[in-house]
């Protein structure tokens, strides 16, 4: 049964966009609901999520918003890149291996084949997992609109809330672009829940640099399910970067992160949980950084 005042939607009007143009233009009036892999729109959907408008544009057929190149020391993901595109992308494999390990940590093989890219940023979900490594890459999204030049928005600040974003109503992703890492790149991404598959994350973590004889610069930390949107915790990233990995330092490190997440307790997880889980995944990945 649905919550009081939540209804599904009634969608009156199927649009199979066959090119972008297409789909920008059945999208401009702001009624437009865009349709990528549907995992988790068609859960939206019986629920009754009032984002979802009256005429459904589907963009399975845009090949322009498909695949992956590396060019001139940067990376473009189409909106329309499937994960299961990630995991076995050979050029993302050599350059940075740490978008297809979490592709390998995303749900099941079958949500994967249809699970895009696109659509697990504009889901906004706090936990979404694939999020975060795109974050700690300072990726930008491409975002374009009928009659209008496409314009760029850095990832960490294009989520405003729970499942809300700055993209307009008559706007759609189309890319995701960052620069290759350096050589000495080191990236991890940690997640838990209550069984190894097919878990929306209790708590997700990613940690990025350059690592070197234990110091670690210009490092990302990004956690998700731990605020209301993906956290980027900036000033424990100024505390580690460039410093000696000892046990001051993360011990200072856990204490500074503590006060920059905001976990609450729902009937998943407590706070105290999900604080204790994030500590304990930066402690160990900290201490992997130190030895290294």
Request: proline residues 5%; charged residues 20%.
């Amino acid at each position: 049964m649905l919550p009081q005042n939540r209804f599904p939607p009634v969608i009156t009007e199927y649009v199979n966009a066959t090119s972008l143009e297409m789909a920008l233009e059945a999208l401009a009036d702001g009624n437009g609901t865009p349709l990528a892999g549907g995992s988790d729109l068609w859960a939206q959907k019986d629920n009754g999520d009032g984002r979802i408008g009256s005429r459904l544009v589907n963009l399975n057929r845009i090949d322009e918003l498909r695949g992956i190149s590396v060019n001139n020391g940067f990376v473009r993901i189409g909106a329309l890149t499937s994960i299961s595109e990630i995991l076995e992308n050979q050029e993302l494999a050599g350059s940075v291996a740490l978008l297809p390990k979490v592709a390998d940590r995303f749900a099941s093989d079958q949500i994967r084949n249809v699970a895009t890219v696109g659509g697990n940023i504009a889901n906004a979900s706090p936990a979404a997992d694939f999020v975060l490594p795109l974050v700690a890459l300072d990726s930008e999204v491409e975002i374009c609109s009928n009659g209008r030049d496409p314009r760029k928005q850095a990832l960490s600040e294009f989520f405003t809330g729970p499942g809300k974003t700055i993209l307009g109503a008559d706007e759609l992703i189309t890319a995701v672009i960052f620069k290759i890492p350096q050589k000495n790149f080191h990236g991890v991404f940690c997640k838990t829940g209550p069984r190894p598959a097919l878990e929306i994350s209790l708590v997700a973590m990613c940690l990025t640099g350059e690592l070197h004889n234990g110091i670690l610069d210009n490092s990302r930390l990004v956690f998700g399910a731990v605020g209301p949107t993906v956290i980027c915790c900036t000033n424990t990233e100024s505390l580690i970067n460039g410093s000696q990995i000892d046990d001051e330092l993360v011990a200072g490190a856990l204490d500074m992160m503590a006060g920059e997440i905001s976990p609450i307790t729902d009937v998943r997880a407590s706070k105290w949980y999900r604080t204790h889980i994030a500590r304990t995944f930066l402690e160990q990945e900290l201490i992997v950084c130190r030895s290294k």
